[in-house]
């Protein structure tokens, strides 16, 4: 049983502030250039401290933190909809077999709460920052200006907090329709 279309659409909202985030790294990756940052020195910067795992995806231009978010995408769609309670066909010999709650649901809520209140952090700091209540950020390698490290920190704030309320939202539903399953199956209780 698939989540509401309301609990859906909550998801998909909520996944959409990856965008402006992912689209920047990926950009970046391929050698591009956004927010006042060349996609050279991003790799260089990728080189220098990235470990060899990182190194290797940026040369083909994957972004390993990108690659995580696409996983964490696909926990938080399997929370809403029904091949996320029971495994698909290509699961092989799992297939049709129900997936254990604790499964999905312990990594999306200790992950979702994390991201979650990481991006709120950072949502509420990039304004601050602005209008001046906290000092501005100043620019670090690879970045040149106060202003692009802000407008990033915003996307990471989007990102993060995006894919957190997404994973929290999802695990509530889930957990919500596994008990209700549970109930069912049980039967009503009889005096």
Same mark, same amino acid.
């Given at each position: ?9 909550? %998801?998909? /909202?909520?996944?959409?502030? #990856?965008?402006?985030?992912? @689209?920047?790294?990926? =950009?970046?990756?391929?050698? $591009?250039?956004?927010? !006042? %940052?060349? @996609? ?5 910067? =990728?080189?220098?401290? !990235? ?20 996983? @964490?995408?696909?926990?938080? /769609? !399997?929370? %809403? ?14 297939? +049709?077999?129900? =997936?254990?709650?604790? /499964? ?6 200790? %992950? ?6 990481? @991006?709120?952090?950072? /949502? ?11 000092? *501005? ?9 106060? $202003?692009? =490290? ?6 990471? +704030? #989007? &990102?993060? !907090?995006?894919? +957190?309320?997404? #994973? ?8 919500? *329709?596994?008990? &209700?399953?549970? *109930?069912?199956?049980? +039967?009503?209780?009889?005096?």
């Amino acid at each position: 049983m698939a989540a509401s279309m309301r609990v859906r659409r909550a %998801v998909y /909202l909520l996944l959409c502030g #990856l965008l402006p985030w992912a @689209g920047v790294k990926t =950009v970046w990756t391929l050698g $591009g250039d956004a927010l !006042g %940052v060349s @996609g050279e020195a991003w790799l260089r910067g =990728v080189e220098s401290d !990235g470990d060899a795992v990182y190194q290797a995806l940026a040369a083909v231009g994957i972004d390993l933190t990108v690659l995580a978010a696409l996983l @964490g995408m696909f926990l938080a /769609l !399997g929370l %809403v909809h029904r091949w996320g309670m029971v495994f698909p066909r290509w699961t092989l010999f799992l297939a +049709g077999r129900r =997936v254990p709650a604790f /499964l999905p649901l312990v990594p999306a809520w200790g %992950v979702g709460l994390c991201l979650g209140v990481y @991006g709120v952090v950072l /949502l509420v700091m990039a304004p601050l920052s602005v209008v001046g209540v906290i000092p *501005r950020f100043a620019p670090l390698a690879p970045f040149t200006s106060s $202003g692009d =490290v802000t407008w990033m920190i915003l996307f990471g +704030g #989007l &990102a993060f !907090g995006g894919l +957190g309320g997404a #994973l929290v939202v999802g695990a509530w539903s889930y957990g919500r *329709r596994v008990s &209700a399953a549970k *109930r069912a199956a049980v +039967g009503p209780d009889v005096p």
